[in-house]
Each structure stands twice: as C-alpha cells, then as structure tokens.
C-alpha cells in the first residue's frame, strides 16, 4: 500500500497546518489517507516567520486545510471529504446503506457548524493534557448535545456495526469527530461510558495513532501560545495521549 502522505508527484495536494493544533487540518488528513488515494502533504508551520504568505498562496481564504488537484482549490473541510469520496469511490468513507449514509452526513455538518463553546474553551493541543478545574456549562452542554447525536449509533451493537465506530469502519465522519476525541482526552472532560469506549476507539485508529506521532516529531511552536493555554487554568503535559491505554493493544 502506498504511503498516504508519499512525497511522490501526483495531482492531489493537501496543506495542512501544525497537526499538534490545527483540528480541521487532521480531519481532512485522516479522509484522505483512508481513502487510499495517493497525495502529497505541505505544512504550514503557522506563526512561523512567512506562514501568512504560505497561507495565501494554498486558498482564497489563506486558511488550512487546503486541497490542490489541478486548477481546482477546495479549502473547506467538508467539501474536501465529498470530494475524496467520490474520487475514491470504493474506499467506503460513507457507509453504504443511503439511511445511514445521510445520516453519517447529517452529523459531519453537525460537526462542521456546531459546538462553537467546546471549540473554543477547548482548543486542540494534542502535545499536552490540562487539569482543568472546571468545565464551563456551555461545554458541557456541547458535549451532552453530542452524546445525543451518537446515542443512535451507540444503540446497535457493536457486531451489527462491524467495528467499532459509528458506523463500523472507519469513515468520514469518525474523521470529523477525532479532533472531539482529542479534546475529550486532553481536558478531562467527563463523559459516559459510551462515548469514552467511542473516545477509546478513535485515539487507537491507526491512522489517528500515525498523526499523533507526527504531531510529537514536529518542532514545539511558539510557547507563546503554549501560554495561552495555560493562562486558561490548564496544567502542561507532554504527548500523554501516546501512554493511553487504548493505543497499548494496536
């Protein structure tokens, strides 16, 4: 199989920001190395001296993710999954069942627009995990909101579903919810036992385990950020995530 990141030439190209940080970045990340299609990766080390120029140059809106094939210019996540669906239409990155499929589709866009308080009391530092001291209401009701969204799926049985994600194998939409999963694991933020067994899963995809040790070869960023976090009542680690128990069995 080739490497899903290879650095050979091909017509598909993706920027991406820092993978420690840029959540949107590993969503499209991990659609495309699931689909198996060949790409080319360019970082953008964001607040980097140039990094702004960099970020005109990969889209219109000098935003990441971004993906290049050809002439055409996609730099919004969703659309870049649609796009890899149907450019890899065997890869099963939406299920096959229509039902589940629009459904599958139905919580993406939920993720996409929505949960705006957990994004932002909680940004993505896969480097580090917080001892946060209280978590604000408004995210805990985007996390109760989110149970709610998954409990369908959590209602079939794990068998019925052929693995151990929403809709068995790992799809779209599980890439779309593993920047959740970060957080959830990074924050301490207390959930139930089904989204935890949910959480577990996807910090043990093979392809979420392969972007987070990316993420710990990277060089740290400026700690100036690092310091925001802090400032946000939140203690430092250093990649704890890779100890988690559930990466101990793949």
Known sequence: MPDPASKTDHALTLHIGNRTYSSWSMRAWLVLAASGLDFREEMIRLREPGFREKLANASPGATVPALHDGRLVLSETLAIAEYVAECAPDAGLW?????????????????????????DACP???????????????????????????RPRFMVPRDARDGPFLFGRFGIVDAFFAPIAMRFYTYRIPVSLDVSAYVDALIAAPLVRRWLEDARAEPPRDPEVVGDFARNDHTPGD??????PALRTT
Do not use: Y
Not at 126 to 135: C, I, N, P
Not at 137 to 148: C, F, I, M, N
């Open 95 to 119: 299920p096959e069942d229509r039902q589940d499929r629009a459904l599958a589709r139905m919580m993406a866009v939920r993720m996409a627009v929505g949960f705006k308080a957990l994004r």
């Open 124 to 150: 993505m530092n896969v480097s580090q995990r917080f001892e946060t001291r209280k978590t604000p209401g408004a995210v805990l009701e985007d996390v109760a909101q989110l149970e709610a969204l998954w």
């Open 239 to 244: 990649f704890p995530i890779l100890t988690h």
